[in-house]
């Protein structure tokens, strides 16, 4: 199948997708199979949580090093409360030398637009800057993605000023990886650190997800990696210009540009945020290991304490965890926990470089981490913290919604509904041993 964008379908798939955005309907790709989960978990599988004891922490020699570093850090009175993330930062137009300019029309065209009617729109009256990019539509296992490929130095200029101050952004598309929308990464299932075969043509690493608020764009490549797609040159125009016009500018670049152009206002309503706030990921990358990770491009602040403390028995551990979730059962928390690293006694790093008790990737970790044991600091590697951290994240893919809410929270910590049939199975085993 040849992977050549066809701008037709990148202009349908684009209306689509915004009609969709305008009705508030969501779309998932991932969807549960039709059969019931199975239950097969035989009751001598099931661990003895009560003489199970949990290890505060347990890093391999290459982590203890880098936490001795930073107790060090945390001794000093003025930086206990502070990660690097959120340490103070000078104020930014979106980085050195950047002076951000937020677009205000979305333009794609189903061909090149020419070098004239570029000219014209920006002859306009209220038109302060345009600027044109490589676009269009590829497949990944049959799934299509729109995508935009930039030139990052010109394109940063156009990005919210979150998104635009993020350099672990801009590296990714410079690596030649790709960078997904956050709405997007959680509408298509998207991975976080997992590669991907776009149809005919070459493997792509998704690296983050940022919020660009670009209405149907799934993701940015670089300029680079667009022509290896075979992207089509110069079909994205984004305008810049006075908010209170963006309307009736619209209404005039739409008549310079002609029929099958699509222009879309975009206003105030323009996400700033450069990540999602509950990214669908499973640790693994796809690749059949287990975990829950995502690279997120988002600030975090200092680590949120829960109350669980440091009970003396992981059956303890678990069920005061649960109570991060209302509505969440200890049960599930318990087979993930058994799942993963059979209650602490397998840490990792796995291969993917998921870590702890219940296998996080950092990244998902930087957002989801909390402090269970009041000691100031959110632990990856402490089942005090890890526990209640992995009740955080399910909680906020809804498992404590219960019912299909809760199987699709466990399979977004691991792409595998077989892993949800897994963890369901032994979650109601523990039910019945620890009634």
Not at 124 to 148: E, H, P
Not at 201 to 230: I, N, Y
Not at 332 to 337: D, K, P, S, T
Not at 382 to 398: H, M, R, T, W
């Amino acid at each position: 199948m040849s992977h050549v964008p066809r701008m037709g379908a990148f202009v349908a798939v684009l209306a689509a997708v915004v009609a969709l955005a305008v009705a508030g309907a969501a779309v998932f790709l991932a969807t549960r199979p039709a059969e019931p989960l199975t239950v097969t978990a035989a009751e001598s599988e099931v661990r003895d949580l009560t003489s199970l004891v949990p290890q505060p922490v347990n890093r391999p020699a290459g982590e203890q090093a880098r936490s001795q570093v930073q107790d060090q850090d945390r001794s000093r009175p003025q930086d206990r409360d502070r990660t690097p993330e959120a340490r103070p930062t000078p104020a930014a137009t979106g980085g050195p030398g950047i002076t951000l300019t937020p677009p205000r029309l979305l333009v794609v065209s189903q061909t090149t637009l020419p070098e004239r009617t570029k000219a014209d729109i920006s002859r306009l009256r209220n038109v302060q800057k345009i600027d044109s990019f490589d676009g269009g539509a590829v497949k990944i296992s049959g799934t299509g993605l729109n995508l935009l490929a930039v030139d990052t130095a010109r394109f940063r200029a156009w990005a919210p000023k979150a998104v635009a101050a993020q350099p672990a952004v801009w590296e990714a598309l410079d690596r030649g990886e790709l960078v997904a929308d956050g709405a997007a990464a959680q509408r298509l299932g998207l991975v976080l650190g997992a590669h991907y075969q776009v149809d005919g043509g070459p493997l792509l690493r998704v690296a983050a997800s940022a919020r660009f608020g670009l209405p149907g764009v799934d993701g940015l490549v670089g300029a680079e990696t667009g022509r290896r797609l075979g992207l089509l040159p110069g079909v994205v125009l984004l305008v810049n210009g006075p908010e209170n016009t963006s309307a009736k500018l619209g209404s005039l670049v739409r008549r310079l540009a002609g029929g099958g152009t699509q222009v879309i206002t975009l206003g105030s309503a323009r996400a700033a945020r450069p990540a999602t706030a509950k990214p669908p990921t499973g640790e693994n990358g796809g690749k059949g290991e287990t975990g829950t990770g995502t690279a997120s491009t988002e600030n975090v602040s200092a680590a949120r304490r829960v109350q669980v403390g440091r009970p003396g028995s992981y059956l303890d551990l678990y069920r005061r965890a649960a109570a991060v979730c209302p509505g969440l059962s200890w049960t599930v928390l318990a087979a993930i926990g058994q799942v993963e690293s059979s209650h602490g006694r397998n840490n990792g790093p796995s291969s993917a470089g998921a870590q702890g008790p219940m296998q996080f990737m950092p990244a998902t970790w930087k957002t989801y981490g909390v402090d269970g044991d009041g000691d100031g600091v959110a632990d990856i590697w402490s089942p005090y913290d890890a526990v209640p951290g992995a009740a955080n994240y399910l909680c906020a893919n809804g498992a404590g919604q219960g019912g299909k809410k809760l199987e699709k929270a466990v399979w977004f910590y691991n792409h595998s509904w077989a892993y949800v049939s897994k963890v369901m199975s032994i979650a109601q085993a523990y039910a019945r041993t620890y009634p």
